[in-house]
């Protein structure tokens, strides 16, 4: 009702091009949904975001629903999501994503969904995590738990800006840990981000999680950088 009142006075707008929005249309416009370039990774168990993990680190499963080009439609998409306060856009994502998901193989035995965890200051800032509400409908939609406790960000102490020094000449690896608590042995981790470029801060939350015995890894983002 109030969301019909609400709607009357600020209608909705396409996050992709922010044209009005027709009834039947969430989110985002039918011509943007069409637009969307997919990469169809789900389909190919050793796609080039797998790859890039290749002698990195032990992974099960990688994938990106979409590519993300400069200047593109997915850019767009990914910054309304992180700087607009469009949230939503993650569970539009995840849910469009979550069907794709649910038919590979190597994800049928995922225990948790964890998210990349945000660094305090920006979580202030932004006041939620961009992929919380990803990670959260993919958990739903795969009905197991999601869990934003285990991977965590180490909290700043008075040798930050050393440890700093310290990260930045070892890659990140020295910024997450994870909970090691016996509920969480042997576990297969479905680590969310928004966008894979590198993959550093994956690969670094990734070991962290790997920290943890008898630990699986599978990764899946909204978005890879096509560079
Ligand atoms: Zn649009």
């Known amino acids: 009702m109030l969301k019909n009142i609400l709607n009357l006075f600020f209608p909705p707008v396409c996050s992709g091009c922010d044209a009005f929005l027709l009834p039947n249309e969430n ?12 990469t169809q990774h789900h389909l190919i168990p050793e796609n080039e975001a ?15 629903l979409t590519y993300f080009h400069k200047k593109g439609i997915v850019q767009q998409l990914i910054h309304n ?5 469009q949230e939503e856009i993650g569970t539009l994502l995840g849910a469009w994503y979550a069907e794709d998901l649910s038919t590979v193989n190597n994800l049928r035995t995922i225990d948790l969904v964890i998210p990349v965890p945000l660094h305090p ?3 202030r800032e932004r006041g939620y995590n961009q992929t919380t509400l990803f990670g959260k409908i993919i958990a739903k939609k795969l ?13 700043y102490s008075k040798t930050q800006s050393q440890k700093d020094r310290i990260g930045r000449a070892e890659g990140i690896d020295t910024i997450f840990d994870v909970v090691l608590s016996e509920a969480n042995y042997n576990k297969h981790f479905l680590l969310v981000d928004d966008v894979i470029t590198t993959g550093a801060t994956l690969e670094a939350c990734a070991k962290a999680l790997l920290k943890i015995p008898g630990s699986k890894i599978s990764i899946v983002c909204m978005a890879m950088a096509d560079s």
């Open 27 to 38: 989110t985002i416009c039918a011509s943007c949904r069409h637009e969307i370039p997919l």
């Open 50 to 64: 797998f790859k890039k993990f290749y002698g990195r680190i032990p992974v099960e499963h990688v994938s990106a």
């Open 81 to 85: 999501l992180k700087y607009r306060g």
């Open 121 to 123: 200051k920006k979580l």
């Open 143 to 155: 009905h197991i738990p999601f869990d934003p406790t285990i991977l965590y960000r180490q909290k």
